[in-house]
């Protein structure tokens, strides 16, 4: 009987993780997704402020609420634009979250838009990648 109980309960416990892995291994899924939102250097995305105020549209800019204000004045800035770049990408409850590209993405998105647009802010862009955490790895990005 002891080793039926056993039996049963070592059953269950591989069930039980092979119902884990599969959960998981479909939440990390490698499809990937176009998103929009709203280029921000790192320093800027992760702080949620600007490292200095560049102008009056920015002195109260909360980039959760307001990414659209962060400028580009900023995103070129030596200490800004090294720090790479990502996305404030805005969520069910209204607020935006902040992804950081991947090493590569940064580059993309310096030499695609950063370097290119004429936007003084609201540099709202649409990428296609595949997000890890909080990091997006992208393939294609565009401005809007």
């Known amino acids: 009987m ?12 591989v069930i039980i993780l092979i119902i884990i892995v599969v959960y998981k291994s479909s939440a990390t899924s490698n499809k990937e997704t176009v998103y929009t939102g709203y280029v921000i250097d790192q320093m800027c995305g992760v702080m949620n402020k600007n490292a200095m105020k560049m102008g009056d549209n920015e002195k109260k800019a909360d980039f ?8 580009n004045a900023c995103n070129l800035m030596p200490s ?7 996305i404030s990408i805005k969520q069910a409850n209204g607020n935006y979250k ?9 580059k993309l998105a ?3 838009i950063v ?20 990091t997006i790895k992208i393939s294609k990005i565009s401005e809007n």
Do not use: M, Q, R, W
């Open 2 to 13: 002891k080793k039926k109980s056993f039996l049963l309960t070592l059953s269950i416990a």
């Open 64 to 71: 959760t609420k307001n990414p659209e204000k962060h400028t």
């Open 80 to 86: 800004c634009g090294k720090s790479g770049y990502g």
């Open 98 to 106: 902040y992804f950081k590209f991947d090493e590569a993405g940064s």
């Open 110 to 112: 310096k030499s695609d």
């Open 115 to 134: 370097d290119k647009t004429k936007k003084k802010d609201n540099i709202s862009v649409n990428v296609t990648g595949v997000i890890n955490k909080d």
